[in-house]
């Protein structure tokens, strides 16, 4: 499937969005990117997308769904719950030549794997409010993805990727390093928002670990890691109490006495799987 032509012109963004009263809503998390020189860098970052299902979470008025509209992507599906740019959006369907298709929905009550064969990857500046259960929820299925590439706010990608014994780390740490390999591919200033939010963000690219241990599900992790890090400043001892405790501990060979921060992911691995 060819992408659009160079030669065909779409209204600018920027009129787009005057034309629809457009204006981003704080209560859905919206701050709208529209330069598409920065777009264009984070789809860049997903890799070759030809042959491939693209999903878009939140894409407002379609900063980032025109260049993927331009790749060789097989088909985009935008997950859009905000009628006004569902609305924005319905100007790109005719150029995109029937690969893109606009779902009006809460992404959160979808499930991406029913809705496309794979190879599916997903490419999105997820709505700040809603940024961390959608990952989540991405994370419980990510062996159906080849790659999510993904804007959060740069707090949320330093949580991420956080190594141990920093002050980022903790259970989200764990749970996306259990599941992927992940990079912090690009920042984003504040500024480049309309309007700009109070934070700059980051994209993180995250590749499926091939490695990740099957005897490890997905649930006993997130079990783990909820016992661990809900009572952060206890000793393991206490705050796994209700999976085992220090009997559990031993088993591991680990000292009763440290606190979830400072374990590994190996060491989690290892509570999850004796649990």
Known sequence: MSSPSSS???????EVIAESGLAARKVLGQHFLLDLNLTKRIVSFAGDLSGKTVFEVG?????????????????????????????ALSTLKDWARGRLEIIENDALELNFVDMAPAPRVIVANLPYNVATPLLLGFLRQVDSFESLTLMFQAEV????????????YGRLSVITQFCCRGK??????AQAFTPPPKVDSA??????????????????????????FGQRRKMLRSSLKVLGGEALLEKAGLDPTRRAEELSLEEFECLARLL
Not at 8 to 14: G, H, I
Not at 161 to 168: E, G, I, T, W
């Open 8 to 14: 065909e012109k779409l209204p600018p963004l920027r």
């Open 59 to 87: 894409p407002g008025p379609g900063g980032l769904t025109r260049p993927l509209v331009e790749s060789k992507a097989k088909k985009i599906i935008a997950v859009e719950k905000d009628p006004r740019c569902v609305w």
């Open 157 to 168: 990608a330093d949580r991420l990727l956080a190594p141990p014994n920093s002050k980022a």
């Open 184 to 189: 912090r591919v690009m920042d984003i200033p």
């Open 203 to 228: 994209v993180v690219h995250l590749l499926p670990r091939t490695d990740r241990s099957k005897d490890i599900s997905f649930e006993k992790m997130g079990q783990l890691t909820a016992a661990a």
